[in-house]
């Protein structure tokens, strides 16, 4: 069965501490793996797609990678506007749907 | 540009009461149409997908139903609500076929009391 897990699953940083989310995923022919951004209350927010290991892709000071196991959300001297649940998702060869895992919520404080 | 609407925003129901979701996309045409449902501790689970006015498939068995009676327009419905039912409920759209990012609208916060 296809799965997603990403951990932690909360992270609290100070202003300019740079550090790392992880999503580990089984699937069976990756086709792409996401990753979104969601405020409270809100719905999810389009980040990157990544399709194959070794692809790197970057938005101001966020950074996804990609291996054959596992993807990475780099955040750079994050800042309080940073805060929010990130959310990592993967759909296989054969597949419709995204897959998600649960995010990780990540707080930011000055 | 294309924008994803859903409508309500909130909405509470007693158990039994009958439900209506909307979701349009302005701007494309032919989208890939999807519902989700978002329960606190759990991930996005998908509910229902449309590739086509009035092609619909089901995802997991539940007590919603939904139903595409215009292109750019997705209705996700249920005859009579269960507790279980509650939950934050978004739409998403992709222009590109199955397998590519999706786009997601506001979402419906939805509680059944």
């Known amino acids: 069965e296809d799965q997603v897990t990403q951990s932690p699953e909360a992270l609290r940083l100070q202003e300019g501490e740079s550090s790392s989310l992880n999503c580990s995923y089984t699937?069976?022919?990756?086709?792409?793996l996401f990753w979104y951004r969601q405020d409270p209350g809100k719905g999810p927010e389009f980040l990157f797609t990544?399709?194959?290991a070794g692809e790197e892709k970057e938005k101001e000071r966020l950074k996804a990678t990609l291996t054959k196991k596992e993807s990475f959300l780099h955040i750079t001297a994050p800042k309080p506007e940073d805060s929010a649940t990130y959310l990592c998702?993967?759909?296989?060869?054969?597949?419709?749907?995204?897959?998600f895992g649960k995010g990780t919520t990540l707080s930011v404080s000055s | 540009s294309q924008t994803i609407h859903q409508w309500p925003a909130t909405l509470v129901q007693p158990v039994g009461s009958p439900l209506s979701l909307e979701c349009t996309v302005e701007g494309t045409s032919n989208p890939n149409l999807y519902w989700y449902r978002q329960a606190a501790g759990r991930g996005l689970q998908l509910l229902f997908y449309?590739?086509?006015?009035g092609q619909i498939s089901s995802e997991v068995p539940q007590n919603l139903s939904a139903s595409r009676p215009q292109d750019r327009q997705f209705i996700l419905s249920s005859k009579k609500l269960l507790l279980s039912d509650s939950g934050f409920y978004l739409c998403?759209?992709?222009?590109w076929g199955i397998g590519n990012e999706q786009f997601f609208g506001p979402g419906t916060r939805l509680t059944v009391l």
């Open positions: 699937v069976s022919g990756l086709r792409g």
């Open positions: 449309s590739v086509g006015i």
């Open positions: 998403a759209w992709t222009p």
């Open positions: 990544l399709y194959s």
């Open positions: 998702a993967v759909i296989d060869q054969a597949g419709t749907a995204l897959i």
